[in-house]
């Protein structure tokens, strides 16, 4: 069982920085891959980034790559997500999320395990 808390979400005009921060406890977290996702109101769910269980592999959506770095301290038992030159449409509620497995489905929603309840970004024009 792994729990996650995310912090970090707030407000900012377009172009500003945020720096997305979630809080794991539970055994072994250093052996999940973790994803971020956000969800925006009346869309799905989707996918941001994610990071091997080691953290030496990334991934990310075509629609942050280049803004947005993720990162996982396995001895602080945190992922945070780096988020710049912020856009209006990052607007979204994000979440942090645990998976068990890695592959090619790790950019689905569907392959995690853990969620966290979600941190709000709004990201003014």
């Known amino acids: 069982q792994v729990q996650l808390v995310e912090s970090g979400g707030g407000l900012v005009q377009a172009g500003a920085s945020l720096r997305l921060s979630c809080a794991a406890s539970?055994?072994?977290?250093?052996?999940?891959?973790m994803g971020w996702f956000r969800q925006a109101p009346g869309k799905e769910r989707e996918f941001v980034a994610a990071?091997?269980?080691?953290?030496?592999?990334?991934v990310y959506a075509d629609s942050v790559k280049g803004r947005f770095t993720i990162s996982k301290d396995n001895a602080k038992n945190t992922v945070d997500l780096q988020m710049n030159s912020l856009k209006p449409d990052d607007t979204a509620v994000y979440y942090c999320?645990?998976?068990?497995?890695?592959?090619?489905?790790?950019?689905?929603?569907?392959?995690?395990?853990?969620w966290g309840q979600g941190t709000q970004v709004t990201v003014s024009s």
């Open positions: 990071i091997w269980w080691k953290g030496s592999v990334t």
């Open positions: 539970g055994r072994a977290f250093s052996s999940y891959n």
């Open positions: 999320a645990a998976a068990r497995t890695w592959g090619n489905r790790n950019t689905e929603p569907k392959a995690y395990d853990y």
